[in-house]
């Protein structure tokens, strides 16, 4: 999670650790820890009692075990998580185009989603026409709206009717009206400018966002607070995806000459790369939540995807406090407090494949995303992803071989640093069955693990689903045929030129333009694949 943090505030190198910042209590949290305060109430638990778990403090660990000593448990039942009973985010709405379908992978579903512009609203429904099963999402939106299968022309409106076959006589049986004809949609939602959809057709869930949403960020919603998307597909688990983000003590070490990360106090000895104890606690551990308290600020799991963190600096804490006739009053604070939030929405999509959706609101230094393009920003956000992709994917491996439930047992996590990672095993275990539940979708292998360049590829799990970045991919291509083209052209011109028609100087400016056209197409055919396509990530030379 702290790996983004610089990329995502470039080009500000904002220092969280520094001991500038005010010591600020996200969350509340009381002695007995058990009521932190959350901008998710509605899906808080109401009545469970909490485990409170502790991290040990690495200079007095000297056995194998896990970060946390149980100090109270006090649960009369385990409630399980159940895996299908949730929102899962599909897309940002920035990069889903209405002109066409799209199709995504969430849960091990193969979903097609596309706008009805009869409705005004985004659907989302089962990839595959009822006739024989044809992926719908490599359809079209015809003349009236309606989502159309390519392969024999059937066209399905917003609520899965059937509304035409074009096999079927005219004159004959309304084959079209049958339930057979009809395709499977689910239930969805846009929220804070996210696509959402809950993965149970069944018509009790029809109406399902009137009592249950999916998670709320209010700051995605405010004006006064800037934010990019960022989507990603990534070639190893939902479990390692979730994992990483909540492991900050990698961020100096993988993700090392790539980012700025804050020297280490004189006072801690450190390596180069500026390592160095971090304390981390875990506040809160039921079905539904994880909260921690990490320096400046405090971060929330809300399962299945859902991962922020606030932070807070730069001045008064929102209100000031006066004390007057031994009685303590509360006033607005005259000067606007900075915030800023990480937010990591991490989906499922198969087993050794996940997707992260990245947004970074914040209330200053607006006017950067206003004026930076996305892709710009996506260049950096990408290089970190690509930093550590290859190590977690061949991490993933030797996990799968040890199991879920001997992840405590085989992992000797005795630091604070490992407290968030530790409380989503147990989470894992404890309430969601040790893995993401894929319903026998799958054998419970692991994919092969393809050739480095199609492991870290950027072009098809990013570029051509993030709108700003297939702009800028089709324009830079387009620039640099046409330094190719000016190249070629200039040089055509000083060889047909008669002798005596140009000027010495003439001539030599016409060549050194030629070669600059040239030279630049090839520097920008480098930039394009490097950025676009295959960044490859030696942490052996850095």
Same mark, same amino acid.
């Given at each position: ?27 509340? *949290? ?451 045929? *046409? ?60």
């Amino acid at each position: 999670m702290q790996a983004i943090k610089a990329s995502s505030f470039s080009p500000f190198q904002i220092n969280f650790n520094s001991s500038s910042f005010p010591k600020h209590n996200l969350y509340n *949290i009381h002695p007995n820890y058990e009521n932190p305060i959350s901008c998710f109430p509605s899906i808080q638990s109401q009545n469970a009692k909490f485990k409170i778990l502790t991290a040990v403090s690495p200079s007095v660990s000297t056995e194998s075990g896990t970060p946390f000593d149980e100090e109270t448990e006090s649960v009369s039942h385990v409630e399980k998580f159940d895996w299908y009973a949730q929102w899962y985010p599909i897309m940002p709405i920035c990069d889903l185009d209405k002109r066409r379908p799209h199709g995504k992978k969430v849960m091990g579903m193969d979903v097609v989603v596309w706008w009805d512009k009869n409705e005004k609203e985004w659907k989302v429904m089962d990839d595959a026409c009822p006739h024989r099963y044809a992926p719908l999402s490599e359809g079209r939106i015809d003349q009236w709206g309606r989502l159309q299968c390519v392969y024999h022309g059937w066209c399905f409106n917003g609520s899965g009717d059937c509304k035409f076959i074009p096999q079927a006589p005219r004159d004959g049986p309304p084959v079209h009206t049958s339930k057979r004809a009809c395709a499977t949609v689910y239930p969805s939602c846009v929220q804070n400018d996210i696509l959402w959809f809950w993965p149970n057709a069944d018509p009790l869930y029809k109406d399902i966002y009137l009592t249950k949403r999916p998670p709320y960020i209010p700051e995605l919603d405010d004006s006064s607070f800037s934010k990019t998307f960022i989507t990603r597909d990534i070639a190893y688990g939902y479990e390692i995806l979730i994992e990483n983000l909540m492991d900050p003590a990698h961020v100096q070490y993988s993700h090392y000459g790539i980012m700025n990360v804050p020297a280490a106090p004189k006072s801690v000895k450190a390596d180069r790369e500026g390592g160095r104890p971090l304390d981390i606690t875990i506040t809160k551990l039921d079905v539904n939540t994880i909260t921690a308290n990490q320096g400046p600020g405090g971060n929330t799991f809300l399962p299945p995807c859902m991962y922020y963190g606030y932070f807070t600096f730069g001045g008064p804490q929102g209100i000031t406090s006066a004390e007057s006739s031994g009685s303590v009053q509360e006033k607005p604070s005259a000067e606007k407090q900075k915030k800023a939030l990480l937010v990591f929405i991490c989906i499922p999509v198969s087993p050794g494949h996940s997707r992260i959706m990245f947004a970074s609101p914040r209330n200053f230094a607006t006017w950067a995303d206003r004026i930076v393009p996305r892709w710009i920003f996506h260049l950096g956000q990408n290089l970190i992803l690509d930093s550590d992709l290859y190590l977690l994917h061949v991490e993933e491996r030797k996990l799968k071989e040890i199991g879920s439930y001997n992840w405590h047992k085989a992992c000797y996590v005795p630091t604070k640093a490992d407290a968030i990672v530790a409380a989503f095993r147990r989470w894992l275990n404890k309430y969601a069955g040790g893995q993401v539940d894929w319903r026998g979708k799958y054998s419970g292998e692991l994919p092969p693990t393809p050739p480095r360049e199609q492991l870290l590829d950027r072009y098809w799990t990013h570029t051509v689903n993030c709108t700003s970045c297939n702009l800028a991919y089709k324009g830079l291509n387009a620039l640099e045929v *046409i330094l190719q083209i000016a190249s070629i052209g200039v040089v055509g011109i000083v060889a047909a030129a008669k002798q005596g028609m140009l000027s010495v100087v003439a001539r030599y400016s016409l060549v050194t333009v030629a070669l600059l056209c040239f030279v630049a197409s090839r520097w920008l055919s480098h930039f394009i694949y490097k950025n676009f396509h295959f960044h490859d990530y030696d942490h052996a030379f850095r």
